[in-house]
Structures are given as C-alpha cells and as structure tokens.
C-alpha cells in the first residue's frame, strides 16, 4: 500500500463528513475577509486623510470599499457570487497570478474592487443565501477581489510596541526537554533546538505592531536546516510557559533558503495580520514562506522601524 | 445562482450549465487543485478537466451536495494529474508533503493486502474519520482531503500551527492503529 492509496481513500469520504469541514473553512473565510476588507477601508482611508486631508478623497476610497454601516457592521454585496477556500485562492502574488482580481489605484494606495461591482459603487445589498456560498450572515458575504496590501505600501508604521516578560534561560531549557521525545518522534534523533530564539512583530487589523515577548521561536535544526520550530508562550495572565513543536508543512525550505541568502544578517521576524509569517531583510525586501516575495518594506526605513531587540534574529 | 438551477442546466445539457458552474466554484475548484498541482497552468487545466468530467457526469449522476462532488471531481482529476507530473519528475508542493506524512501511517514493503480492493480501503478511512472528535476531524480533512497548508489550517481553526501539526500526527498514528486492526499489514 501507497500514501496515495490513503489519499485517494480520504477522497472518497462521505460527503456528510466533509460537509461540515467545508462550513468551517467558508465561515473562516468570510470573517477573515470581512476583517481584511475593513483594515483596507480603514487603513486606506487613514493615510488619504493624513496625506491629503481631503474629505473628497477619503469618499472617493470609501466609494469602492463596503460602506460600513452604523455600529460597525459592514454589509458586502454583490461581491460573493463564487465558492472559494479561505486563505491562498484570494491572493493572485500566492499563486502568480491575477486571475480575475481588480485594483484601482487612489492616492497611491491600492484598494481592492470586488471584480463584479462596478467601480465606485456602493454596496448596500446581498446577493441572498445561494449566491453568497454560505448562506445569509450578519457577517455579509466575502471579497472575491481584495489582497492584503504589502505592509510598505499603506503609510509609515508606528514602531512595534513590546509587551510581555520574556523567559529565562531555565525555562528555556525545560521547555527544550520537555519537547524532546516529542521533536525525537516526529523527525528522529538527529537534531538540535537552538536555546536562542526570536519573538515576531505582529501587525495587526488596525495596522498597529506590537512585539509579545511572551511569545518566542526556536528553531530546530536537523542536516544544518531548520526542520521545525519550538514555540514558547504564557495566556496572558498566567505565568505557566507553555510550548507547541511546529514541522512539516510548507514553508521551511523557503525559510533556509532566506537563511542562506542572509547569512549573518539580522532578520526581523513577523507575522501579518495573523494570517502569515513575514521577514525582512536589512536592505528592507520583504519575504514570507508561502512562496511569494514582496517587497513588503519600500525601504530600508521600514526594516528599522520593525525591528527592536527581541524580534530579530542572526543566522 | 442555486445549485439546483445548475444541475438542471447540466441535465437539460444546456451550455450555459459550466458557465454558471465556472462563475460560482472555479475558485473554490482551483483552490483544490492548486493545493496538489505545483503549477498555476497545471490547475487550471485540472478545473477545466472538472467541469468536462462534471458536463459528462450529470445526467445520470444527481449530486446531493454540488460542492462536496465538485470537490470530489477535482481532486481526484488533481491526484491523477499529479500522478502523471510525479513521473515526469515535475512534483512536489504540498501534495509531495501530504504524502510524506502519511507515509508514517505505512511500515513499507508490498504484502498481498494491497490487492484489498479501494473500496474497502475507503470504507475504512471513512469509519476511521467519522469516528474522530469533531475538531479532530475537521483538522484532519483540511489537510488531507483539501489538502490545506498546515499555517492555513492553524488560522482556520485558532490554533498554532505547532498544535496542528501535533494533532495531525496523533490522527496519522490513530490511523496506522485503526488500518492495523482492520486487518491492513502496513
């Protein structure tokens, strides 16, 4: 028997079970683009304000955004006739391509535009239960259209605030053990946790950063590559340091080869939005693991504003 | 446009059946397939194959569930596709990675318990999913049914994708135990 023969049994799942998979992953999505579409309104209208401080200008933004409505709700309309998957399908620079995605560039800023909505209009209706792939929901339907803004192109960034304790070097090493049998498991007994560690700048919803020293990254290095990562972390208000061993998956190959390009360099670590991990080089270029390579800093300004002493890392 | 007004297109073999088809899930098909094929051109094929396969499909299938048998379609042109690339050496992405972990539900080596029939197999894994804790479940068909990345999955569910990939190891050991006592020589 073959991985694929597995494989290929897990495709014939009755549709029952994958019926509410499907809803989690859809809901996901909707919530995750509601809150990308409202960052973009709201970010995008921030800086034309600043920038400009036009009211007409700001309009002209909101114009092809989904209005947000009183209490913060926003209703997005007309944008979801398709079925798609949360996360990558959304982003043309994941997979390389544009597909059927539009921009329109104001002020400098680019703003997505649902590709079925007109240009400028404004979105006030749903298009109803079927259309919208997952019913009716106070959440309205989802962007079609929208990708995240690289984090150089919406405005100048405040720098990271840091919060959070840290850990000592005890508990580093605990952590270190009591991960051990785990990592043995799972990649075999060739391998080595680094007891340095990086935490990540987060930028979130409302573009602010923010450096949690409660959370830290080791890497684990197997062959002289980075296989997998320890992470540390406390729940805010408890003092237990607890742990997660990440590997397999997509993305550390990519990692060692950012590595390898920038030996010795300073890398500044962070995550977007939640939604992936990006580093920055000191000359500012911008890389995240899924693939693609942005220049998510314009320049080398944008790294020193990222980077504070516990969020960054020499290789 | 509903799903059943579709599938009555496709029944009424009207054309316009793959085009409402295409509009309402060719990005939900093209997510499928470009979560196994390494190329965007590879995957756009496979959705085109899709909606070929699906045009030939009904009638006389009547699919229950649109989306969970359009997904079922496009997976399986995908894997098939894949399996083409894979001799010709062009694999790989997260498909290559899919198998590699579930290369641990295996011992290795051909035993006469491959010639078990698919069906059998299938059965199986559907028992052995059905049976999973909800969360369990739902993580386990992300990665091995849409064949989702493992941070993907993590911000799909709330958690690390540390915790995800411990929980996908936990379900592939559960389901080297569960094919083991169903009588699979692994």
Redesign the interface.
């Given at each position: 028997?073959?991985?694929?023969?597995?494989?290929?049994?897990?495709?014939?799942?009755?549709?029952e079970?994958?019926?509410?998979?499907?809803e989690?992953?859809l809901k996901?999505n909707k919530h995750?683009n509601k809150k990308r579409i409202i960052s973009i309104a709201v970010a995008a209208a921030a800086c034309i304000a600043l920038s400009v401080g036009a009211v007409g200008a700001v309009r002209s933004i909101r114009g092809n955004v989904p209005e947000a409505k009183s209490g913060g709700e926003v209703t997005v309309s007309n944008i979801d006739?398709?079925?798609?998957?949360?996360?990558?399908?959304?982003n043309p620079d994941i997979?390389?391509?544009a597909?059927q995605d539009k921009r329109q560039e104001e002020g400098g800023i680019t703003v997505e535009t649902p590709s079925d909505t007109p240009s400028g209009g404004t979105l006030s209706e749903t298009t109803g239960k079927?259309?919208s792939?997952g019913g009716e929901s106070e959440d309205g339907g989802q962007s079609?259209g929208e990708i995240p803004p690289a984090v150089g192109d919406i405005c100048r960034y405040i720098p990271p605030k840091v919060k959070g304790k840290g850990f000592t070097e005890a508990e580093i090493k605990d952590v270190i053990t009591r991960e051990n049998p785990?990592i043995a498991?799972?990649i075999g007994s060739d391998f080595e946790v680094s007891e340095k560690g990086y935490s990540h700048f987060n930028l979130d919803e409302h573009w602010m950063s923010t450096v949690d020293r409660d959370f830290l990254t080791l890497p684990v290095y197997s062959g002289g590559k980075i296989v997998g990562?320890?992470?540390l972390?406390r729940v805010e208000g408890d003092d237990e340091v607890h742990?997660?061993?990440?590997?397999?998956?997509?993305?550390w190959d990519k990692l060692n080869s950012i590595i390898d390009d920038h030996k010795g360099a300073e890398l500044v670590f962070g995550y977007y939005e939640?939604?992936?991990?990006i580093i920055i080089a000191p000359d500012g270029t911008g890389y995240t693991?899924?693939g693609n390579e942005k220049t998510f800093a314009r320049d080398a300004k944008d790294y020193e504003t990222f980077k504070t002493p516990y969020n960054t890392f020499v290789f | 446009m509903k799903d059943e007004k579709i599938i009555e297109l496709f029944e009424k073999r009207d054309d316009r059946a793959v085009e409402y088809c295409a509009e309402k899930y060719g990005r939900y098909c093209h997510s499928i397939a470009a979560g196994i094929l390494p190329s965007r051109e590879d995957a756009e094929e496979c959705v085109n194959d899709t909606w070929l396969r699906v045009w030939n499909s009904i009638p006389p299938q009547k699919p229950t569930r649109f989306s969970a048998f359009l997904a079922k379609v496009t997976r399986n042109l995908a894997l098939d596709r894949y399996r083409a690339i894979s001799a010709e050496k062009r694999g790989g992405g997260e498909a290559a990675a899919v198998f590699e972990e579930l290369e641990e539900c295996l011992s290795g080596g051909s035993t006469p318990e491959e010639e078990l029939s698919a069906e059998e197999l299938a059965r199986s894994v559907n028992d052995f999913v059905a049976a999973l804790p909800r969360r369990e479940r739902e993580i386990f068909i992300m990665r091995y049914f849409y064949v989702r990345p493992v941070r993907e999955i993590a911000d799909t569910c709330g958690l690390t994708p540390g915790n995800v990939s411990v929980i996908l190891n936990r379900c592939r050991k559960k389901l080297k135990t569960h094919l083991e006592t169903e009588g699979y020589e692994l």
């Open positions: 028997m073959k991985s694929e023969d597995i494989f290929e049994a897990v495709g014939k799942l009755d549709e079970l994958l019926k509410e998979t499907e989690l992953m996901e995750i006739t398709e079925y798609s998957l949360p996360g990558t399908e959304t997979y390389g391509y597909g079927e259309d792939y079609t785990t498991f799972s990562d320890i992470t972390f742990s997660s061993f990440a590997y397999g998956g997509g993305g939640n939604r992936y991990e693991l899924l | -």
